[in-house]
Structures are given as C-alpha cells and as structure tokens.
C-alpha cells in the first residue's frame, strides 16, 4: 500500500511537507499544489525548488487546458529534476471551472481526450492524472474512463465525488471500484482518495474496494498529521486510546515541534505577521481537534492580530493538552 499527502493549495507547502516529514511521515509521495502559468512565481518557485524538498518524493501538480501550457511547466520542472507531473482535473471551484480546467475539463470529454493525446505525445516526464468522477451525472464515470484507459497514465488518483458535490456528501467508492475494473489489466496504477480520516475510515474503504493499493489523504492528515503511520498499521484501532501510537507526551512534543517548524519557516519569508498568521489560522481550522482544543482557545487564535498574540494563544492550548509536562 502507499499513502500520499493530497495537494491543498495554500496549506501543502514546502513548509508543511518538511515539516510533515520531519517530525511524523510515513509518506510516499507529496503533490504540490497546482502550478498553471509557465512563469512561476516566486512563490511557486520556492515551493518546487529541489533544495526545498530533499530527502522525500515529490510530485508537482499542473493544472491547466492548454497543451502548451503545460508541456512548457512540465519542461522547466524537468530543469529542476522532476520525473513526474500530476494534471488537476479535480479542482471543483467556479472560477476554475468556469474556464473547463480541473474537474470543469471533465465536462468536454472530446476536448479532454485531444489534451491528453497532445501532452502524452510531447511530455518528456511521467504524467500522472487527478480526477472527480464526472460534473453531475452517473453515465460521465464510464465515458471518462474509457478515456483515460487509452494513455500511459502512471498513477490515476480518483477522488469519487462529482464537480457539483464539491466536499459533500459521502465519497462514490463503486466508482473508484468501475475504475478498479475498468482497468485491470492495462498499465495505469490507481490511488483513492476521500474522506480518509482514520484507520476506520481507511479499513471501510479497504472492505469495500480490497484491491486498492494507494490512497491519498487530505483534510484528515491536516487534522491529524500521525494518520500515515496509523493507517500503517495492520489492524484498525480498536478503541479512542488505542488511536495514537505515541504516548500523550510523545504526541505533544512531536506536535510542538511539527507546529513550531512551520512557524518559524514561514517567519522566515513572510514580509510581517500577518502573511504568516493568516496560514497558522488556516491550519488550526483542521488541527485544533489533535490537540484537543477548546473552542474558546481556537477563537483565542483567529482573533491574534500579532505572532506574539498567537504564540500565548498557542501556549494555552498545549498547556492544557494531554501530555503536558509537569513543572
Ligand atoms: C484547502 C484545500 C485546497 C486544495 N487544493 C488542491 C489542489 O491544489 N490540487 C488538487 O488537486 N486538489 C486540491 N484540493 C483537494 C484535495 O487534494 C483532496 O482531493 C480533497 O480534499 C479530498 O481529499 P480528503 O477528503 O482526503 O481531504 C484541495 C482541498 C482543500 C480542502
């Protein structure tokens, strides 16, 4: 089995990913999140430089409709030593679908299936594909597969919802199991991913599509940055206590550094407090629940104006989480 951290724009940076992989990992592959212009800024190009991401798998996601555009991308990500590009066609948003890219491309397969015959043609690094199962309606599932199964795709990642279901509702795991079926046999490898949020959640997935054999995880491992190495276990956890497999000082400690190393890195770029503290706020919206965080102490830190408002906000959650140190 291999477990991927989901591409989250904004929030899956080389910050996180160091930091992800420093203090917890079990990961086998990063994607960034998506690039779309040829020009990188220098934002994107931070993110993607290799001296930013030595020492684990990294996959650079591209997110376009353009042939061009994105042969260009994938060519200077070569220049930097990538292998493999990642297309989106999963981003669900308006504006981006608005324009037929991520999961809108979904919505003109004939356009998608010439895209495809182009960039397959002319990319000299392994692509890997992203997808939503369709914009609305059963019958998409199928037709897109029969797409896909004509190319080389070296790993499909399904998300099993469609572009109109956004984040709701519950996953379509039949569909990524017609996938499963569909393609037997040819060479692409496929990845789940969905609403992976604990063992159990995981074992649920594995009950219904047994043969799958990657998974990514998104949300779930910002809310719970230990979940690869859970999910790596055997068994699923059989109750609450069992749910960590660090003891209540370890999970506090590795935590207090996880958190501190993105602190400080994003400090370290970040002109002022505010680019930084709109990142940390961002995170705690899924992560306060690891620490076990009041309500009360997570309106303490959207409310921090200043890093050293944050920091004291910071220090009152760990020092009421389980696994504090005693004086
Ligand atoms: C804040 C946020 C940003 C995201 N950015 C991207 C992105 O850049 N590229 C992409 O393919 N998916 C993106 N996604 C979708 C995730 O990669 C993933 O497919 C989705 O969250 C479902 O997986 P999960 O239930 O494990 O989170 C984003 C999701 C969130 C919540």
Redesign the pocket.
Known sequence: MNFYL???????THIYRNALQRHYGGIDCY????LSNKSFNSKELRDILPEHNKGFKVVP?I?TNQPETFLAIAEKLQDYGYREV?L?L??PSGTVTAKKR?AGFLSVPDQLDRFLDRIFAGCPLDISI?TRIGIEAEYEWADLLAIYKKYPIKEL?V?P?YQKEF?HGT?HVEAFQLAIDTLKGSSIALCY?????SAESFHALLGKAPSTEAV???????ANPEIFQLLRREEPAQSPKEASSLSPREKLSSFQAFHDEILMGYMGYMPGDQPTLFKMK?LWGYMGQYVHAADSQLKQIRKAKRISEYKIAVQGILAQAPGRATP
């Open positions: 989901a591409p989250m724009e904004g929030i899956t994607y960034t999140p998506f996601q997110l990642n989106n999963g981003c991520g992203k990642t998300h919802r984040y996953p991913n969905g609403d992976i949020t990514m995880v998104g949300r779930g491992a910002l961002e």
